[in-house]
């Protein structure tokens, strides 16, 4: 038993807005309200029967009591830390994680900075590999997919990653030979022979009739994108996957037009009431690698 334990997040909003000496950015922080932060200190405070602070018109100072309180309530918390990670890290040791993915996604997106989430769980061995067939946990390996669809994945647990954001794009060398968006049909369209009516969706959404015959089918966006930059045509390629190009200048955007195709990528689960631990540790990291893209669907391609 602890009889004179506090509460714990009091503990902790109370080290936040001491070490900045400042209640506004413990709350900036903590993602809490300026006002909670205040009311757990004044808790902790009332539980002490002691100030910690002494509230100044243009800010605050620790009081001597608040100062050596601090000191041990930061190793305290420390400890409480070094725990939980020593903990994690036996949880899974030995353990690994099997994803499969969509090509395009381990190509553009997971591959490049998979070396993060494996820094950050040493322990933990992924088997990371691709296919777009249709997952069937019962009969498979595999702890997580990623794949894209047109409406809500069955039979499945499944998190929304983002919506498919298409951009128009090709080589400068074409771009400077195009001056109006009617100029796409005096140029061969790269097409994705799995989305036969994708230059269909697009060209009624953005009120441009094709009328152009000249057409080279390609089965992965990876083939688009090695052809587009290589002049050979026009493309609708995903936003996340031609980052680095538009970056590079291999590729362009040569019309500021939005178009969201009817695809959106879920990443797959088995279902079950709840995620595993190295599950759980994988969905927090890639909903950050996603954020950026969700935020550029958002906006369009411009």
């Known amino acids: 038993m602890y009889p004179k334990l506090p509460p714990l997040n009091a503990l902790r909003t109370f080290e936040s807005a001491a070490r900045h000496v400042s209640f506004s950015l413990a709350a900036k922080e903590l993602f809490v309200t300026h006002g909670a932060v205040s009311k757990q200190v004044k808790g902790l405070e009332t539980y ?19 100062i ?52 950050s769980h040493p ?33 499945v647990n499944f998190i929304k990653l983002m919506d498919e954001d298409l951009c128009l794009v090709c080589s400068p060398q074409l771009a400077s030979e195009m001056s109006t968006l009617a100029d796409i049909n005096e140029m061969t369209l790269l097409k994705h022979t799995l989305r036969p009516n994708m230059w269909h969706e697009w060209s009624q959404a953005v009120g441009v009739v094709l009328s152009t ?72 990291w890639i909903l950050d690698v996603f954020a950026p893209y969700r935020k550029i669907s958002a906006e369009g391609c411009v």
Request: aromatic letters at 12%; a neutral charge.
């Open 48 to 66: 002490l029967g002691l100030s910690l602070f002494i509230r100044q018109h243009k800010g605050l100072r620790l009081t001597d009591e608040g």
């Open 68 to 119: 050596r309180y601090l000191t041990h309530i930061q190793s305290a918390l420390q400890t409480i830390n070094d725990a939980t990670v020593d903990i994690q890290s036996q949880l899974l040791r030995a353990q690994s994680l099997a994803i499969n993915v969509l090509p395009s996604l381990s190509i553009s997106c997971l591959i490049p900075c998979l070396e993060n989430f494996k820094s």
């Open 123 to 155: 322990n933990l061995y992924v088997d990371l590999s691709i296919g777009d067939f249709p997952i069937d946990f019962s009969q498979s390996h595999y702890d997580i997919a990623i794949r894209s669809a047109t409406s809500a994945p069955q039979g």
């Open 213 to 284: 015959d000249k057409k080279f089918g390609m089965a992965h966006f990876y083939m688009l994108s090695q052809a587009a930059v290589s002049s050979m045509g026009v493309a609708l390629i995903p936003r996340f996957f031609i980052e680095q190009q538009l970056k590079e200048g291999s590729l362009v955007i040569p019309f500021s037009l939005s178009f969201t195709s009817p695809y959106c990528y879920y990443l797959l689960t088995p279902k079950s009431s709840n995620y595993s631990f190295k599950v759980q540790l994988f969905i927090n």
